[in-house]
């Protein structure tokens, strides 16, 4: 069975400029949610979209955005980047239900703005 | 609210030391309960999991029990190595949504 599959794994992008990165869940998985990792801040909530919508959303300005298309697959999109936008960023699959799901995670993609 | 609080890193261990990883939650509901790691340079893995008040999540050594009564979830290995050197997080999953904690690092020392 295939793994969550995030593209791009790294990006230099610059101050400004806007940037999407791609996320491909597990099969059957309905549920992915993205989410900012930085040595300062730990392990930030972005949002969660199952079934096309967003179900949870953290507290993100608005220049970061997401969307899940119809096979699940979900691309999240930062516009006007700043510097404090680097990061890893992680996406997650689970089933989005019941007690016993999990979170599988992929490698994640390491974003540096300059 | 939710959220999960978990003991401040970083951690340093001898290797064969015995580690305890405290985490404690608040929950709107009934949550089931978590542990990930992740190594350097790659995602979250999960490490264990409960479900249940009282149910003891085991996986590589580690184990954690589901305390209700205490809102706890410790991590605890009786003799870590120098491979389990990663950060690792508590979680808990409450209606369809999963809370991280912040993360303790780990370093076992030879």
């Known amino acids: 069975k295939a793994g969550v599959t995030q593209t791009p794994r790294y990006l230099i992008k610059t101050r400004g400029q806007q940037v999407t990165l791609s996320c491909s869940p597990i099969?059957?998985?309905?549920?992915v949610s993205w989410y900012q990792q930085t040595p300062g801040q730990g392990l930030q909530f972005l949002f969660e979209y199952f079934s096309e919508t967003q179900r949870n959303k953290g507290n993100f300005p608005g220049r970061f955005s997401g969307r899940q298309f119809s096979n699940s697959r979900s691309e999240m999109n930062v516009s006007t980047l700043e510097l404090g936008d680097s990061a890893l960023y992680l996406c997650?699959?689970?089933?989005?239900?019941?007690?016993?799901?999990?979170?599988?995670f992929g490698q994640g993609t390491r974003l540096t703005v300059v | 609210g939710n959220s999960v609080t978990q003991m401040e890193g970083p951690v340093t261990l001898s290797e064969e030391a015995f580690l305890t990883i405290n985490c404690t939650y608040t929950?709107?509901?009934?949550?089931?309960l978590f542990w990930y790691v992740q190594y350097p340079g790659e995602g979250l893995q999960l490490l264990l999991k409960a479900t249940k008040a009282d149910d003891k999540g085991s996986n590589k050594g580690f184990e954690a029990t589901y305390r209700k009564e205490t809102t706890s979830f410790h991590l605890e290995k009786g003799s870590v190595q120098v491979s389990d050197s990663a950060v690792y997080f508590c979680a808990t999953l409450t209606g369809n949504q999963f809370y991280f904690g912040t993360g303790t690092s780990l370093t076992v020392i030879p």
């Open positions: 099969s059957g998985h309905r549920s």
């Open positions: 929950a709107t509901g009934y949550p089931s």
């Open positions: 997650a699959s689970s089933t989005g239900q019941g007690r016993n799901t999990e979170a599988f």
